[in-house]
């Protein structure tokens, strides 16, 4: 049996560990075996400290945030410089030891440092990169020396090989998609309430309590909160329903692992703007309101729901109720729930797994 070494991270957000299962459950339907590595911890203290304070971060201190994913941005290089010398010895006995025939990255920061190590061990292995940016991928994810790229969108392929990469080498595949999301062949109807979803709508606190307050001043709406890896603002807002500041009709929730079934019933999501949720929401018919983004990280990928007309954009809490108003009581919604139903997105789990079928 054929193995394959699925590099990811689990505390970094929900999109790599996500795509990561959505990987692994392809490729074990097509007879592989599979090994999830998180690699943040093979660098030790510095690793574990990257990957725990990830959420701290880019919750409560983006500016900081921003300044590392700038540099970042501006030298990749000097970044992957760095996690080659802390991984290598660490990563280089997980290779051994599993003896993979693929190893296969949906991790930024495990990109040209690994392509590397296997150069500079003599070990051949062939090495894929599965991005999971949907517009414009920050810099440490492109490495022209991993066998091949898998993208989400054309935008991105496009952008790809304007950067020289071949074109047999940069292919569309679509995010990679948990199995179980609905995929609906007409539109969802709406009766007599909307159903609003919304997922940790924004990295700053005070801007989730607000957006959270104004969406609840909507009528004839049921609304679901969940608050991901965001503890604190999962205790936040527990407080203000137990204190009665919430209306007692809004479901609080932490992180959960049956989305599908959120999205299947829900008509509106509001969301900040990861890719994996954006995706799902997508191929559910669940029409998404980008109300946030991680800056450096996620700036661009609300073009993917405005540019297809499955949503709109509006990261002013203050001004969310108005637009949301407009867009329910006009026929916004229903043209909107028409159109994402059309939706062309392809499952990148599938789409990289019957690949690996046919080259490994």
């Not at 991984?87 to 440092?113: G, N």
């Not at 003599?122 to 991005?131: A, D, E, M, R």
Request: charged letters at 25%; proline letters at 4%.
């Amino acid at each position: 049996m054929k193995k394959v070494l699925i590099l990811t991270s689990i505390k970094t957000g929900s999109g790599h560990k996500s795509s990561a299962n959505a990987i692994e459950k392809k490729l074990r339907d097509q007879g592989y075996d599979c090994k999830q590595l998180d690699v943040f911890p093979l660098m030790g203290f510095m690793g574990n400290l990257m990957e725990n304070s990830y959420i701290t971060l880019t919750t409560r201190a983006p500016l900081l945030y921003y300044v590392c994913e700038k540099f970042s941005q501006l030298f990749p290089d000097i970044v992957h410089f760095a996690m080659y010398n802390r991984v290598k010895e660490a990563m280089l006995r997980e290779i051994k030891d599993y003896d993979p025939d693929l190893i296969i990255s949906v991790q930024c920061m495990f990109t040209k440092a690994i392509s590397k190590l296997l150069r500079n061990s003599g070990i051949h292995i062939p090495f894929y990169i599965g991005v999971i940016d949907l517009v414009e991928p920050p810099k440490v994810w492109i490495d022209p020396q991993a066998d091949m790229s898998f993208v989400p969108t054309d935008t991105v392929r496009n952008d790809y090989i304007a950067h020289g990469f071949p074109e047999d080498r940069v292919l569309t595949s679509g995010f990679p998609v948990r199995d179980d999301i609905v995929v609906l062949d007409k539109a969802k109807t709406i009766n007599n309430r909307v159903h609003i979803l919304m997922v940790n709508t924004s990295t700053n606190l005070d801007k989730n309590i607000t957006f959270l307050k104004e969406v609840s001043r909507l009528e004839k709406v049921s609304i679901k909160f969940i608050c991901g890896l965001d503890e604190r603002l999962h205790r936040a807002l527990t407080s203000m329903k137990e204190e009665g500041k919430l209306s007692q009709d809004i479901d609080i929730y932490s992180f959960v692992d049956n989305m599908n079934e959120f999205l299947e019933h829900a008509h509106i999501i509001l969301t900040k703007a990861g890719p994996n949720v954006i995706t799902e929401a997508v191929r559910s018919d669940t029409a998404v309101v980008i109300t946030g983004h991680i800056k450096g990280q996620e700036n661009h990928n609300y073009q993917f729901i405005t540019d297809n007309g499955y949503g709109f954009k509006c990261e002013d809490p203050d001004q969310i109720y108005e637009k949301l108003n407009e867009f329910i009581k006009t026929d916004g919604l229903k043209k909107c729930l028409d159109t994402i139903v059309r939706h062309d997105i392809s499952n990148g789990a599938e789409y990289i797994a019957n690949y690996v079928k046919e080259h490994i």
